[in-house]
């Protein structure tokens, strides 16, 4: 297929992504402002903006953290990249330039999402419940996504798509650990405290996993436990290693389709065989930090790679 | 007043055609009506179908009104139609290889060198060169009005690139979904081969170079172009890619698109950009849309142009006049369908006649194209007919002039009901080793009242065509 098709495919799952976890962050942050700690409320919020990449702009445009401003920029704002309004905007221009590599439904699912967004953009804002708007994105994205599942050929187009969507999940779910980091070093005196559990708690709900968590481990809910969860347990489905794995299964098929090896094969074993063999030991002993700012880096490498590998158009 | 013919009544009764549409038209309550009107919209904008227009900005997702009450022409109506629209279209194409090579028509004295040869899309770069088959004009849409039972005449003739034929494709689906029993009672041929025969028009073109299967190609200058919409649905209803100038490169006697398996060789082009846009080493240095290098391959053989550059010569509006005269000189037959009659500004009687006429002239600039620029005169206030006098007056070789036709009236939903509005008609002839046409076309309609003016940038809108079955 045409490089810049598999280009604007791979974009359509980025920002179709992106635009889940930006209304993933609004609930999470809405659900902590109803929280009684008053203190705890900003520091939420500005980490979950720093999450999403946007703290800076937001910072600039608005200065404090009001709750309106954040739903305004997250979701509507067309001056943040990463705003709900922005992603799906981009996700369906993306798809509108590539309708010929489109199922209809997929093409409909797009194009239904950029129509509602945009009447829901004509309303007075105070007939826009946040519960509503976070509520439409992740139906919206689960109907592009079940679209692509239910009704596109498993060509290379298909793997390109789920490259895009497994980066930017993988990517994500990195960020949004960063980010709260310091909530998960063991540190014994915090350990079980009332503020840890709704920091952890928050964090997984951001992933739509603390139900599957419990599921998945019960009893108590340590660091440990959270920090397996989220990057080493193939179950679960926003972990590093998921990611990575959907990753590898979606370069291998196109190496197979294409008879060809590029060097994001290579870079693509090499991140899963570490995932596969390291523990939450090394990886706390690493450094959560360091290990998790070690994976961005490397995500984003392998990001370039495929991009010189199959999206540049200089393939040779 | 002028007496308008009202395709569908004549002297109060029904004319055949549109016998069985009285009923459905008399049995549809308002709400229904209502209610079809916005499940098509919504439809239309559900699968993209929108109209950006240039320089207007505002919603770059407009659509273009599409009015439900269709258009309809008898076999008999058609098949005169369709001689005439494949003679014309035979015609302009022996006239493109013709002025390209020996120019017997112009030594013949029978069209002026001057207006081939100085004309501003007179390619020289292809002088000498006979595309494959001696196809110059692969898609030919000849615009069409009519003013009576069997009068019709071409308003003009589209070479290069003619756009509107997924309107034609998607007005007919829609119109099926809509209202199926329609479809029952009547016996309408089906336009869905489009795709299928264009693709093999496009084929049938192939450079000698090609072995086996041609690998066709759309080039689109890209989406934010307002026909985008149409260039994504003929590839994908063809199953070609569609490509940007980005996506195409020349090395060596071919030319090659960028895929995610490495360049692959292109045969066939399908060019939906200006000829002055192709090839920056070849026309336009600043253009950022063609292929370097793409010409010297197409005079080589390595690749075919569909439609050829040079062909916009064809479809001049001052060529347009000596169209007939190609139909006599190239076929030896007398042309079946006519011309409307022109005056050319450029010649000091026919300005003088426009000059003194223009209250009752159409005015129209040589090489403009989608209503702009153009004076309705019986619709112009006083002011605009001054106006335009000076444009031609300073300028008298850009301007042609033509009678305001009486253009036909179909029945057609209106707030208020229904009401006859006019419209022209633009079938999509192919050309290619054989000559193609389906049944049928696109039908634009001005939708305010009295108005002659039938662009979708103007405020047209469009039907759909039925060709019933004999």
Known sequence: ?316 | MTDYFNEMYQNGAVRPPYARLEDWMKLMPAELRQMKQAEAESLFRRIGITFAVYGEGGDPDRLIPFDMFPRVFTGQEWSRLERGIKQRARALNAFLVDVYGRGEIVKAGRIPARLVYQNEAYEKAVVGFVPPKGVYSHIVGIDLVRTGPDEFFVLEDNCRTPSGVSYMLENREIMMRMFPDLFRENRIQPVDSYSERLRRTLASVAPAKCKGDPCIVILTPGHFNSAYYEHSFLADLMGVELVEGQDLFVEGEYVYMRTTEGPRRVDVIYRRIDDAFIDPLCFRPDSMLGVPGLMDVYRSGGVSICSAPGAGVADDKAVYTFVPEMVRFYLGEEPILNNVPTWQCAKADDLKYVLEHLPELVVKEVHGSGGYGMLVGPKATKDQVETFRKKIEDDPDNYIAQPTLALSTTPTFVAEGIAPRHVDLRPYCLVGEQIDLVPGGLTRVALTEGSLVVNSSQGGGVKDTWVLAE
């Not at chain 1, 280009?7 to 209304?23: F, G, P, Q, S, V």
């Not at chain 1, 930017?168 to 909530?183: F, I, P, S």
């Not at chain 1, 108590?220 to 590898?248: H, Y």
């Not at chain 1, 060809?260 to 990886?283: F, S, W, Y």
């Open chain 1, 1 to 316: 297929m045409l490089s810049r098709t598999a280009d604007n495919l791979y974009w359509i799952a980025r920002y179709m992504e992106r635009a889940d976890i930006a209304a993933r962050l609004l609930e999470v942050g809405a659900r902590i402002s109803l929280l009684p700690s008053a203190h705890g409320y900003r520091s939420e919020w500005d980490s979950l903006l720093q999450s999403s990449g946007t703290a800076d702009g937001f910072a600039k445009k608005y200065g404090d953290p009001v709750q309106r401003n954040l739903e305004s920029w997250l979701f509507f704002d067309r001056d943040n990249p990463s705003s709900v309004a922005s992603c799906i905007t981009a996700a369906r221009e993306n798809g509108r330039i590539v309708r010929t590599a489109l199922t209809s439904q997929v093409w409909d699912a797009l194009n239904t999402a950029f129509q509602e967004l945009r009447q829901m953009e004509r309303k007075p804002r105070s007939e826009l419940e946040l519960s509503l708007l976070t509520e439409w994105v992740m139906r919206h994205a689960a109907m592009v996504r079940g679209a692509i599942d239910a009704t596109l050929l498993r060509n290379d187009g298909y793997n390109f798509l789920n490259l895009g969507y497994y980066l930017e999940r993988g990517d994500n779910t990195a960020r949004m650990m960063d980010v709260k980091y310091y909530v998960l070093l063991p540190r014994i005196e915090f350990v079980g405290s009332g503020l840890d559990n709704y920091q952890w708690t928050t964090l997984l709900r951001a992933m739509g996993a603390h139900r599957a968590f419990h599921w998945a481990y019960g009893g108590e809910v340590t660091a440990a436990k959270i920090a397996d969860f989220l990057i080493l347990n193939p179950q679960s489905p926003r972990s590093l290693i998921t990611c990575v794995a959907g990753m590898n299964n979606h370069l291998g098929r196109l190496a197979k389709a294409y008879g060809r090896v590029t060097r994001a094969q290579g870079k693509g074993a090499a991140m899963l065989a570490e995932l596969e063999t390291t523990t939450v030991e090394k990886v706390f002993d690493e450094g959560l930090h360091e290990f998790l700012s070690r994976f961005i880096g490397e995500s984003a490498e392998l990001g370039g790679l495929i991009h010189e590998g199959y999206l540049s158009g200089d393939v040779r």
